[in-house]
């Protein structure tokens, strides 16, 4: 395997200051973030961050979502594990995930928190990979658009490895 990093920790850093400057100016400063697990663990925690050094106080939830399994590819279908998040009715959420993919996990948890009875849903993806999409769904607030290529690392994985990874690289299979 190969690894070949596209966004080093310094670049990452620059984006979410800017994700964060961007969603201040425009979320109501009570927002409810909700991470999508595992994905969105290092970045959630970043961007929170970042938030607060813009005058927002978001509450932070995290949900976890049935996708991929061990494989690469989505299982196109989608379910919600374990507990839903307290208190959305009436409430800014901002759902957060590492990449925007087939965009089948968003798009599933948009709905979800607008059948709740959230006052609005926005979502932010690190990533975005929006030549993979499979239905109708654009985030709001984007770090870095990708071409089709399997990334690892700030929170991504590949089969549970790499997520510890401080910054994005591309993961390549040798041919062995
Ligand atoms: P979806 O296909 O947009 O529903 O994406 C579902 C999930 O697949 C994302 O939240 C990621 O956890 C995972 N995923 C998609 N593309 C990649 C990738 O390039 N590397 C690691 N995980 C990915
Ligand atoms: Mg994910």
């Given amino acids: 395997m190969t690894l070949t990093v596209i966004h080093d920790e310094q670049a990452i850093a620059g984006r979410v200051a800017d994700l964060a400057q961007r969603i201040a100016a425009t979320v109501p400063s009570?927002?409810?973030?909700?991470?999508?697990?595992?994905?969105?663990?290092?970045?959630?925690?970043?961007?929170?961050?970042?938030?607060?050094?813009?005058?927002?106080?978001?509450?932070?939830?995290?949900?976890?979502?049935?996708?991929?399994?061990?494989?690469?590819e989505s299982a196109g279908s989608v379910r919600l594990l374990g507990e839903p998040p307290a208190a959305i009715s009436g409430r800014t959420v901002l759902v957060v995930d590492d990449?925007?993919?087939?965009?089948?996990?968003?798009?599933?948890?948009?709905?979800?928190?607008?059948?709740?009875?959230?006052?609005?849903?926005?979502?932010?993806?690190?990533?975005?990979?929006?030549?993979?999409?499979?239905?109708?769904?654009?985030?709001?607030?984007?770090?870095?658009v990708i071409d089709d290529v399997f990334v690892v690392g700030y929170g991504l994985d590949d089969a549970e490895r790499y997520r510890h990874l401080p910054y994005l690289a591309t993961l390549e299979n040798d041919g062995r």
Avoid: N
Avoid at 113 to 132: H, I, M, Y
């Fill in 99 to 144: 990449i925007a993919d087939t965009g089948v996990s968003l798009d599933f948890a948009r709905r979800f928190f607008v059948e709740r009875g959230a006052a609005q849903v926005l979502t932010c993806v690190l990533l975005d990979k929006p030549s993979r999409r499979r239905v109708a769904f654009v985030p709001e607030f984007v770090g870095f």
């Fill in 30 to 72: 009570d927002l409810l973030v909700v991470g999508v697990l595992k994905g969105a663990f290092v970045f959630v925690a970043d961007l929170v961050r970042a938030l607060d050094r813009r005058g927002a106080t978001p509450e932070v939830e995290f949900m976890r979502l049935s996708s991929y399994g061990r494989s690469r």
